[in-house]
């Protein structure tokens, strides 16, 4: 199995763009989580679906973010517009459930400049 | 507070040291994880664990349900042990179970030198 898969791995763009990151979960997992890392907060949970729905929204910081996963596949977190704060590395993981392992992907850097 | 405390924050250690890490947590928890993270940013899961013991290879983890405490050990250390170790465990949502959102802490930074 490839893992979790994540793209892209590096992203810099300007303030105000709008920028998307992309996640294929692995194969058989149920359940997908989008995280954020900074040195200041660590790890952060942004939101995580089970069966493609989205169950705890709570960690997302504000509307300029949303995130969707329209099959069991594939997710996307997106940011519009983007800010200099938003930079740090983004994280999905997958895990078949509640009580497994998640498995991460290696994660997009983004710089917002 | 943060409901999970990691010490030490910071750890050096020669290669071929015996290194603990430890994690406690403030609440009842139905299992805690260690998460590895490497210089090149990548996080790989080590161990889930509600009880007792799990070894893998070098790798030892251990829980103390009632002390609400779990501690990490790394025999005859190497320097590609060097990485962050995170310790999280589930939190409980609303309804009072045990869901898969995950309180981290805030890790620990090994480094051991050859």
């Known amino acids: 199995d490839a893992g979790v898969i994540q793209s892209p791995r590096h992203e810099v763009t300007e303030m105000g763009q709008e920028v998307t990151l992309r996640c294929k979960p692995i194969?058989?997992?149920?359940?997908l989580f989008w995280y954020r890392q900074t040195m200041m907060r660590g790890l952060e949970l942004l939101i995580y679906?089970?069966?493609?729905?989205?169950?705890?929204d709570s960690g997302m910081p504000e509307d300029r973010f949303s995130a969707k996963m329209p099959n069991a596949s594939f997710s996307t977190l997106k940011i519009q517009p983007s800010e200099p704060r938003d930079s740090a590395v983004y994280f999905c993981?997958?895990?078949?459930?509640?009580?497994?392992?998640?498995?991460f992907g290696p994660g997009t850097r983004l710089t917002v400049t | 507070k943060n409901e999970v405390e990691q010490s030490p924050q910071n750890l050096t250690a020669q290669e071929g040291e015996f290194i603990t890490i430890n994690c406690s947590y403030s609440?009842?928890?139905?299992?805690l994880h260690w998460l590895q993270q490497h210089p090149g940013g990548g996080i790989v899961s080590l161990f889930m664990?509600?009880?007792g013991k799990k070894k893998h290879g070098r790798l030892i983890a251990t829980i103390n349900i009632q002390e609400k405490h779990s501690s990490l050990h790394i025999t005859a250390s190497h320097p590609r042990d060097s990485a962050v170790y995170i310790c999280?465990?589930?939190?409980?949502?609303?309804?009072?179970?045990?869901?898969?959102?995950?309180?981290f802490g805030a890790g620990t930074i090994l480094r051991v030198k050859s």
């Open positions: 194969s058989g997992h149920n359940s």
């Open positions: 993981a997958s895990t078949l459930g509640t009580g497994y392992e998640q498995y």
């Open positions: 609440v009842g928890i139905s299992a």
């Open positions: 999280a465990h589930p939190r409980l949502d609303k309804v009072g179970e045990y869901g898969n959102k995950l309180v």
């Open positions: 664990l509600s009880s």
């Open positions: 679906f089970n069966n493609n729905v989205p169950i705890d």
